[in-house]
């Protein structure tokens, strides 16, 4: 797909997901500074991609910069919109620590700073407000959704771990193991770990199939992320087992591979980590600056779930311009 | 003959791969039960040999490197570079082979710009190749556009995820790789000289041993085994992931060649034992994975074994393992 029916379709999305309302008319004209972390997953691209259709739409005139997973370079990049004097910055800050002196010129300079999916370790009347999503209620959505699906079944679930000790991982981790808690019939037979990655998430299935005589006892796989259970889905079918019927599978982050997946039936559930942190963020931007009101500190977005039900073709198409 | 058969049972890189493998038949007793399933062989021994493969590949070009006194930790980077070539050019629709020789021709350019930098420039190997090792996997988020290119391409998928005779196609490969690079180098005088500029490469070039052209070869032939390992890492999981494809695995690589009992200080190498070398890396991670260990301890306990394997291979403990295994080679001495 070329670049320019890239955008094309992301500019079709972007009008779908954004709910323009006649409130945020405000913020046209606007420059707002825009510190993103770089482009080390598609996710991220794609929260890149969104962030640019949104501004587009709205009408602000959007200054981007990359920090190529640096903290020096977005402490520059914040400096640079400072000293330009832009409107609002947007921050998407890649460690949670050190932001204190850089925020503080920002206050001292009367721009208001948005943190988008993450947060920081620094005073909160630093900045105005964090977008963020709630990683243990993702978790939770995903082991809901087996809960209801499996009924009173007995269920053996083995869970693709994320890298160990990370943020997502540990709280991905504790909603599903919430959701879940009460309901005997579902137990969590393996737990290891697959790094977020696809390859991992092939070799660790792959594991735990041969662990389970063969797979027949496993009744579900819980990814941390999609890419890991697109890695156990080819797993589980060179296993000569149906993934989607066989054994369930339901991740998290709703990537556009996983559609594909669900939409050939090998997929059961994912619960979308969205990339339109913007969205929320500009909306409570523009409520700042029509009167003042100061937003929540911590503006949680929808964890929705997704299943063969809504359409994962339809998903697929719409998703894969995004930069995914 | 039969003394000789003997002291190669006895070596300590097999002693440790039986080791490592009987560990896991005790944490896992179903380790070593195979079966035959849609044509091809079935079971965590064949996980092993399967996995294994593309640290194996890495392990056959370093050995050479390494051989030379040199090291290459590019070679992560090349398999991301590689797999990402392979992976846009059937999704842009070229036919599967003109895609594969187009990856193995980046590879094998990389091996030549690091040979280049290290015969030609006289830069420290660790420090040419930690140029591509950075700039590797960036070229490659740039092929990629940052995502992970998916394919659908059968002949593609087949490098990576089929069977030949009911072994993994990844295993075929590092097999028919290391037969053919062991009888390249111990078949002519190459291996040798190779060997002696490890030890001694002034010493090497004033006997009349081509250094600078030997040591673009062995750098060339390592990017061109990074291209393959490449490939078959993406084959396998149908995708190019540029972040993540090769990412650490040039460490594993070079560990393999340390098991596998070839100096870092250069001279004497083996191929075969580096691609045992790999194998008992793997056996160590399929174990861990079969065996229910919570993932936080899979790092303490590979590091665990790999001091231990390291510790078997001393020196001091060679000397008593010879000496009371196998008396012939000790009074040979």
């Given at each position: 797909?070329?670049?320019?029916?890239?955008?094309?379709?992301?500019?079709?999305?972007?009008?779908?997901?954004?709910?323009?309302?006649?409130?945020?008319?405000?913020?046209?004209?606007?420059?707002?500074?825009?510190?993103?972390?770089?482009?080390?997953?598609?996710?991220?691209?794609?929260?890149?991609?969104?962030?640019?259709?949104?501004?587009?739409?709205?009408?602000?005139?959007?200054?981007?910069?990359?920090?190529?997973?640096?903290?020096?370079?977005?402490?520059?990049?914040?400096?640079?919109?400072?000293?330009?004097?832009?409107?609002?910055?947007?921050?998407?800050?890649?460690?949670?620590?050190?932001?204190?002196?850089?925020?503080t010129e920002a206050k001292e300079a009367e721009i208001p700073v948005i943190l988008l999916?993450?947060?920081?370790?620094?005073?909160?009347?630093?900045?105005?407000?964090?977008?963020?999503?709630?990683?243990?209620?993702?978790?939770?959505?995903?082991?809901?959704?087996?809960?209801?699906?499996?009924?009173?079944?007995?269920?053996?679930?083995?869970?693709?771990?994320?890298?160990?000790?990370?943020?997502?991982?540990?709280?991905?981790?504790?909603?599903?193991?919430?959701?879940?808690?009460?309901?005997?019939?579902?137990?969590?037979?393996?737990?290891?770990?697959?790094?977020?990655?696809?390859?991992?998430?092939?070799?660790?299935?792959?594991?735990?199939?041969?662990?389970?005589?063969?797979?027949?006892?496993?009744?579900?796989?819980?990814?941390?992320?999609?890419?890991?259970?697109?890695?156990?889905?080819?797993?589980?079918?060179?296993?000569?087992?149906?993934?989607?019927?066989?054994?369930?599978?339901?991740?998290?982050?709703?990537?556009?591979?996983?559609?594909?997946?669900?939409?050939?039936?090998?997929?059961?559930?994912?619960?979308?980590?969205?990339?339109?942190?913007?969205?929320?963020?500009?909306?409570?931007?523009?409520?700042?600056?029509?009167?003042?009101?100061?937003?929540?500190?911590?503006?949680?977005?929808?964890?929705?779930?997704?299943?063969?039900?809504?359409?994962?073709?339809?998903?697929?198409?719409?998703?894969?311009?995004?930069?995914? | 003959?039969?003394?000789?058969?003997?002291?190669?049972?006895?070596?300590?890189?097999?002693?440790?791969?039986?080791?490592?493998?009987?560990?896991?038949?005790?944490?896992?007793?179903?380790?070593?039960?195979?079966?035959?399933?849609?044509?091809?062989?079935?079971?965590?021994?064949?996980?092993?040999?399967?996995?294994?493969?593309?640290?194996?590949?890495?392990?056959?070009?370093?050995?050479?490197?390494?051989?030379?006194?040199?090291?290459?930790?590019?070679?992560?980077?090349?398999?991301?570079?590689?797999?990402?070539?392979?992976?846009?050019?059937?999704?842009?629709?070229?036919?599967?082979?003109?895609?594969?020789?187009?990856?193995?021709?980046?590879?094998?350019?990389?091996?030549?710009?690091?040979?280049?930098?290290?015969?030609?420039?006289?830069?420290?190997?660790?420090?040419?190749?930690?140029?591509?090792?950075?700039?590797?996997?960036?070229?490659?988020?740039?092929?990629?556009?940052?995502?992970?290119?998916?394919?659908?391409?059968?002949?593609?998928?087949?490098?990576?995820?089929?069977?030949?005779?009911?072994?993994?196609?990844?295993?075929?490969?590092?097999?028919?790789?290391?037969?053919?690079?062991?009888?390249?180098?111990?078949?002519?005088?190459?291996?040798?000289?190779?060997?002696?500029?490890?030890?001694?490469?002034?010493?090497?070039?004033?006997?009349?041993?081509?250094?600078r052209m030997l040591l673009m070869l062995v750098y060339a032939l390592s990017g061109f085994c990074a291209a393959i390992a490449g490939i078959v890492v993406a084959?396998?999981?149908?995708?190019?992931?540029?972040?993540?494809?090769?990412?650490?695995?040039?460490?594993?690589?070079?560990?393999?060649?340390?098991?596998?009992?070839?100096?870092?200080?250069?001279?004497?190498?083996?191929?075969?034992?580096?691609?045992?070398?790999?194998?008992?890396?793997?056996?160590?991670?399929?174990?861990?994975?079969?065996?229910?260990?919570?993932?936080?301890?899979?790092?303490?306990?590979?590091?665990?074994?790999?001091?231990?394997?390291?510790?078997?291979?001393?020196?001091?403990?060679?000397?008593?393992?010879?000496?009371?295994?196998?008396?012939?080679?000790?009074?040979?001495?």
């Open positions: 797909m070329n670049i320019i029916t890239k955008l094309a379709v992301a500019a079709s999305l972007a009008t779908a997901l954004t709910s323009v309302s006649l409130a945020q008319e405000n913020l046209n004209g606007l420059v707002v500074g825009f510190s993103q972390i770089g482009s080390e997953s598609g996710w991220r691209a794609a929260e890149t991609s969104v962030t640019k259709q949104q501004a587009e739409e709205l009408g602000i005139d959007l200054k981007f910069a990359d920090a190529q997973q640096k903290q020096e370079n977005q402490i520059k990049a914040i400096r640079g919109f400072i000293a330009q004097g832009v409107d609002a910055i947007l921050l998407a800050p890649v460690v949670a620590t050190g932001w204190e002196n850089v925020l999916d993450r947060g920081v370790d620094a005073p909160e009347d630093l900045y105005l407000s964090t977008v963020a999503s709630d990683q243990v209620l993702e978790g939770r959505v995903a082991g809901e959704w087996l809960v209801a699906e499996v009924g009173e079944e007995e269920c053996k679930v083995v869970e693709l771990q994320g890298t160990v000790g990370s943020t997502p991982a540990i709280n991905r981790k504790q909603g599903f193991e919430e959701a879940i808690a009460g309901h005997d019939n579902i137990t969590i037979a393996r737990s290891q770990t697959g790094d977020f990655t696809r390859a991992k998430g092939k070799e660790v299935m792959e594991g735990f199939i041969k662990a389970e005589n063969g797979g027949a006892e496993i009744c579900a796989v819980y990814a941390h992320n999609d890419d890991m259970a697109v890695g156990a889905i080819q797993a589980i079918k060179d296993a000569g087992l149906k993934p989607g019927t066989d054994i369930k599978v339901v991740s998290i982050d709703a990537v556009p591979d996983i559609f594909a997946a669900m939409a050939a039936g090998e997929a059961n559930a994912t619960v979308e980590l969205t990339p339109d942190m913007a969205g929320p963020a500009f909306q409570a931007l523009s409520a700042y600056l029509a009167d003042g009101t100061e937003p929540e500190k911590f503006i949680i977005t929808e964890s929705k779930l997704y299943t063969p039900a809504d359409d994962p073709q339809g998903e697929y198409d719409r998703r894969k311009g995004l930069g995914y | 003959m039969k003394r000789l058969h003997l002291e190669r049972l006895a070596n300590p890189q097999l002693l440790a791969l039986a080791g490592v493998l009987l560990i896991n038949w005790l944490l896992f007793p179903n380790f070593f039960r195979i079966t035959w399933q849609d044509g091809r062989l079935f079971g965590s021994l064949i996980d092993v040999i399967n996995r294994g493969a593309p640290v194996a590949i890495l392990a056959i070009g370093m050995t050479g490197v390494i051989a030379t006194k040199g090291v290459d930790l590019s070679v992560g980077a090349i398999m991301a570079v590689c797999g990402a070539v392979a992976a846009t050019m059937v999704v842009a629709g070229y036919p599967t082979p003109v895609a594969v020789i187009a990856a193995l021709a980046v590879g094998l350019a990389c091996g030549l710009w690091n040979g280049f930098l290290v015969a030609v420039l006289d830069i420290q190997p660790i420090i040419a190749t930690l140029v591509l090792m950075v700039a590797g996997r960036g070229i490659a988020q740039l092929i990629t556009e940052g995502s992970i290119v998916t394919f659908n391409d059968p002949a593609l998928i087949f490098i990576g995820t089929g069977s030949f005779l009911g072994l993994p196609m990844a295993a075929v490969i590092a097999l028919v790789l290391m037969v053919l690079v062991t009888f390249l180098v111990r078949r002519t005088a190459i291996g040798l000289f190779i060997q002696a500029i490890g030890v001694n490469r002034a010493a090497a070039s004033l006997s009349g041993i081509r250094s084959a396998d999981i149908r995708g190019a992931d540029a972040n993540n494809s090769g990412l650490w695995l040039e460490l594993d690589a070079i560990l393999a060649v340390v098991i596998g009992g070839t100096s870092l200080l250069g001279g004497r190498f083996s191929i075969p034992m580096a691609v045992v070398g790999a194998l008992i890396i793997q056996a160590m991670n399929t174990g861990i994975l079969v065996s229910g260990f919570r993932p936080e301890f899979n790092l303490i306990v590979k590091a665990g074994m790999i001091i231990l394997i390291l510790l078997i291979q001393s020196p001091l403990a060679g000397r008593l393992f010879t000496g009371r295994l196998v008396p012939a080679k000790a009074a040979r001495k």
